[in-house]
């Protein structure tokens, strides 16, 4: 999962960066509002989190444009303590969700778990597939009960595709949503993830569909 943080604030910014990475998301980070509307405009986030006071462009404009332009990933505003007037506006902008600082990291991290598994469709942090239960909180896999390990990018790779799991998702959709932007894209490092998870969780859970991409097999599928 790939997401933004747009805050002006160089500190948080660094904060908010280490925490989600740390978490297991690829982040990229933008400083002021022009830089972010930009970001959030050409790649495609699995969630953003967008900070209301911000130089050259607000918070509240930015998303404004990017709603106005279709597009509808989660976003997680950052509103100051006692601007109630920011969390309206900003729910009317079209954000999800909002976190008033200060704030524990924590507090954010299990909203932007709340805001990506249901844009997937999910009620709980846990994802299953037949004999297959991937926990996205604590990033752990089972199989039938088993304990599964799996290296981060393995994780990475199935936690994306369980979350959707109704549709074939590219090679390139996959590395687009889970590398940061400095990272050295080879989608062929992908098709590596691929076999491991193939031999290590399952070899009929994740289907190749030939010049598309991989999906999840589901049980009904499979009779
Ligand atoms: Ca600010």
Same mark, same amino acid.
């Given at each position: 999962?790939?997401?933004?943080?747009?805050?002006?604030?160089?500190d948080l910014? @660094?904060?908010?960066?280490?925490?989600?990475?740390?978490?297991g /998301?690829a982040?990229?980070?933008?400083? $002021?509002g022009?830089? %972010?509307? =930009?970001?959030g405009?050409?790649? &495609? /986030?699995?969630?953003?989190?967008?900070?209301?006071?911000? &130089?050259?462009? $607000?918070?509240?404009?930015?998303?404004?444009?990017? @709603?106005?332009?279709?597009?509808t990933?989660p976003?997680? *505003?950052?509103?100051?303590?006692?601007r109630?007037?920011?969390?309206?506006?900003? *729910? $009317?902008?079209?954000?999800?969700?909002? #976190?008033?600082? &200060? =704030?524990?990291m924590?507090? #954010?991290?299990?909203?932007i778990?709340a805001?990506?598994?249901?844009?997937a469709?999910?009620?709980? +942090?846990?994802?299953?597939? %037949?004999?297959?239960?991937?926990? #996205? @909180?604590?990033?752990?896999?089972?199989?039938?009960? +088993? &304990?599964?390990?799996?290296?981060?990018?393995e =994780?990475?790779?199935?936690e994306?595709?369980?979350?959707?799991r $109704?549709?074939?998702?590219?090679?390139t959709?996959?590395?687009e949503?889970?590398?940061?932007?400095?990272?050295?894209?080879?989608?062929? !490092? *992908?098709?590596?993830?691929?076999?491991?998870?193939?031999?290590?969780?399952?070899?009929?859970l *994740?289907? !190749?569909?030939r010049?598309?991409?991989?999906?999840?097999?589901?049980?009904?599928?499979?009779?």
């Amino acid at each position: 999962m790939r997401i933004l943080v747009v805050e002006d604030d160089p500190d948080l910014n @660094r904060q908010m960066v280490t925490a989600l990475t740390e978490a297991g /998301y690829a982040v990229d980070s933008a400083t $002021d509002g022009e830089d %972010g509307h =930009f970001l959030g405009d050409t790649e &495609p /986030y699995d969630l953003v989190v967008l900070d209301i006071g911000l &130089p050259i462009m $607000d918070g509240i404009s930015v998303l404004e444009q990017w @709603r106005r332009d279709g597009r509808t990933m989660p976003v997680l *505003i950052l509103t100051a303590r006692d601007r109630w007037s920011d969390k309206v506006q900003g *729910i $009317d902008a079209g954000a999800d969700d909002y #976190v008033a600082k &200060p =704030f524990h990291m924590e507090e #954010v991290l299990a909203r932007i778990r709340a805001l990506v598994r249901r844009a997937a469709g999910h009620a709980s +942090n846990e994802i299953e597939c %037949g004999p297959v239960r991937l926990d #996205v @909180r604590s990033g752990r896999v089972s199989v039938n009960g +088993n &304990p599964v390990k799996l290296t981060s990018h393995e =994780f990475k790779v199935l936690e994306y595709l369980m979350h959707h799991r $109704d549709r074939v998702v590219s090679r390139t959709e996959l590395t687009e949503h889970l590398y940061d932007q400095d990272f050295d894209r080879d989608s062929n !490092t *992908i098709e590596v993830f691929v076999g491991r998870l193939r031999k290590k969780v399952s070899n009929d859970l *994740i289907e !190749t569909v030939r010049g598309l991409g991989y999906r999840i097999v589901t049980p009904s599928d499979a009779v």
